[in-house]
């Protein structure tokens, strides 16, 4: 099974969960910095204080990187390192450690791949509403704009957003995440200014000479419980309106604005019903629809609904209500998360016929499983199996026509899992927390292998 040549291979990471050193070279407060360290939001207490210290380990962590062959890295730029306060004028220091990672990964061949949001937003904006206010997105465009200046003469790959679903929904909707607000109306409102944020720095990247740009969404097939086993297994009418409803919630609200400049009529009917749809300026619809390169999918599991007369809406689905959120008949992942490798060919199908104006690139796919070390290795063959599954969807992807570019593991490290905290392992390459020491798992070796043969 051998991928297109052009096929890019890699990892990614995010800023808050790898970097640790949050209080050197300037770097201010961001809202998990706050949310992590209040009692009860994280498991175990944990917090992004030291995490995998990768803000001092860089260049040994890119020595990794180059040993197993990967042709790209996708790391997230810290806001508060750049902008403490969010605003004004870019503190040089932050900015030099991503220039120093920068150097490091193209004297290694690797290419960077700069997310410029990845929910470490500064407290100092959250203080002024967060994602809530209009002028955030404001905000977000000017660091992007800074970020662009220090390293766009090198960075060719930028995605503005990493997951605005979750961000929004799970930071304002649930609260699970930071700022751990609970409020439809407000997560409805950060949706749509962090779409502007995407839109406003977009045309701004462009216009800078930016030569690829990219919008990640977590985006999932949504199926009823029958169709996870058969995806020919036809729905009531009832359940099919649930699932439509959802892939509008989860998926449509971020890729119809960005790539047709509309919402669907479902998220307008929910914003109606949940604080209205005043923050939606005329004009708005065209910022967000800046013309983009490609869309960049992080897939874990599908999303199962059915029918469920009566249901309240779930907190992080505002809009949802008379729909039930089924558990899969599969096997899970350490995060409870079941285990559905087609769902991602099968979204990946459905996103390329839907959207066939940019291309596709899995920027995370990945699992959480209870890896042990012994003897200085880690069997993680359930992981290897995850992988390789979900490898050959991508290439039966390929092979029905999707314009699918690359794909990168969720994660090169284990490292600070959000609310799970370090409990919960998502890397390829193991990291000790007590003596930041890191062992090359199984499955770091067998990807490898993929990379090289660039094939299964
Ligand atoms: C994504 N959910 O997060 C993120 O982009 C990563 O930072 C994260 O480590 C990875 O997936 C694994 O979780 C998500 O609850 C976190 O639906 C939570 C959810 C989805 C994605």
């Not at 996870?228 to 892939?247: G, N, Q, S, Y």
Request: net charge negative; with cysteine.
């Amino acid at each position: 099974m051998i991928f297109p040549e052009s096929f890019v291979w890699g990892a990614a990471t995010a800023s808050y969960q790898i970097e640790g050193a949050v209080k050197e070279d300037g770097r201010g407060q961001s809202i998990w910095d706050t949310f992590s360290h209040s009692p009860g939001n994280v498991a175990d207490g944990d917090t992004g204080d030291v995490a995998c210290d990768h803000y001092h380990r860089y260049a040994d962590d890119v020595a990794l990187m180059r040993e197993l062959r990967l042709a790209a890295y996708r790391f997230s730029v810290a806001w508060p390192r750049v902008q403490p306060n969010g605003t004004g004028p870019a503190n040089p220091e932050g900015l030099a450690f991503y220039d120093r990672l920068v150097d490091k990964l193209l004297e290694a061949e690797i290419s960077p791949y700069v997310t410029l949001y990845h929910w470490d937003l500064p407290q100092a904006l959250e203080e002024r509403g967060g994602w809530t206010d209009r002028d955030t997105a404001y905000r977000f465009a000017e660091y992007a704009e800074a970020v662009h200046d220090r390293l766009g003469d090198r960075v060719g790959h930028w995605a503005t957003l990493n997951e605005p679903w979750v961000a929004a929904f799970l930071g304002y909707g649930n609260g699970v995440h930071a700022p751990g607000r609970r409020d439809p109306a407000s997560a409805l409102r950060a949706a749509h200014h962090l779409l502007l944020g995407h839109g406003l720095a977009a045309r701004r990247l462009r216009e800078l000479g930016a030569e690829e740009l990219m919008l990640v969404i977590n985006s999932a097939p949504v199926l009823t419980p029958a169709q996870v086993d058969d995806p020919d297994a036809v729905a009531t009418p009832a359940d099919a309106a649930a699932t439509h409803l959802i892939h509008a919630l989860l998926t449509r609200q971020f890729l119809d604005p960005a790539l047709y400049g509309r919402y669907p009529e479902e998220v307008l009917g929910t914003a109606e019903r949940n604080g209205g749809t005043g923050h939606i300026k005329d004009g708005d619809l065209e910022t967000i629809a800046a013309p983009i390169d490609q869309i960049g999918i992080n897939y874990y599991n599908p999303c199962v609904v059915e029918a469920g007369p009566g249901e309240p809406a779930d907190a992080a689905w505002p809009g949802s209500e008379g729909v039930r959120f089924a558990a899969a008949d599969a096997p899970t992942t350490a995060m409870g998360w079941p285990i559905v490798p087609d769902g991602l060919s099968r979204l990946l199908i459905r996103l390329s016929q839907d959207y066939p104006q940019v291309g596709l690139m899995v920027t995370e796919n990945g699992a959480a499983f209870d890896d042990v070390v012994e003897n200085g290795r880690v069997h993680d063959a359930d992981r290897v199996s995850y992988l390789d599954r979900h490898l050959r969807e991508v290439h039966r992807a390929i092979e029905a026509g999707a314009d699918l570019r690359g794909y990168l593991v969720w994660s090169l490290l284990d490292n600070f899992e959000w609310a799970e905290g370090y409990r919960r392992r998502f890397g390829i390459v193991h990291v000790d927390y007590s003596t930041q020491e890191r062992v090359l798992k199984d499955s770091a070796l067998w990807y490898r292998e993929v990379i090289v043969r660039n094939g299964l």
